[in-house]
């Protein structure tokens, strides 16, 4: 059974930094590109970050870029997503997903498996 499981989530202050986690299990994803998704309450969810299955490229939401980081520890099955100077607007709860490429798509729809979610509350 394939199982995506987040950590890391919480309450932070504006300005705040975490680093959530996601690792699987039941299969390697050694092959595959992994992503970070969130969703605001009465919000759509939509794509946060992704990498390619090496590490080699990644994608950034405009409303990210040069405040998060995505990262990938392969030997560990496992996705990173460092968030720093957290904005109130980021508060939502963030999924992991394995996508059935290799290349960091932002497309939801081309991620096939999904983790359970963390809640992330940013502070004003």
């Known amino acids: 059974q394939v199982q995506l499981v987040e950590s890391g989530g919480g309450l932070v202050q504006a300005g705040g930094s975490l680093r959530v986690s996601c690792a699987a299990s039941?299969?390697?994803?050694?092959?595959?590109?992994l992503g970070w998704f969130r969703q605001a309450p009465g919000k759509e969810r939509e794509i946060v970050a992704a990498?390619?299955?090496?590490?080699?490229?990644?994608y950034y939401a405009d409303s990210v870029k040069g405040r998060f980081t995505i990262s990938r520890d392969n030997a560990k099955n496992t996705v990173y997503l460092q968030m720093n100077s957290l904005k109130p607007e980021d508060t939502a709860v963030y999924y992991c997903a394995a996508g059935a490429r290799t290349y960091a798509s932002s497309w939801s729809r081309e991620y096939n498996y999904w983790g359970q979610g963390t809640q992330v509350t940013v502070s004003s």
């Open positions: 039941g299969r390697t994803f050694s092959s595959n590109a």
């Open positions: 990498i390619s299955w090496n590490g080699g490229s990644a």
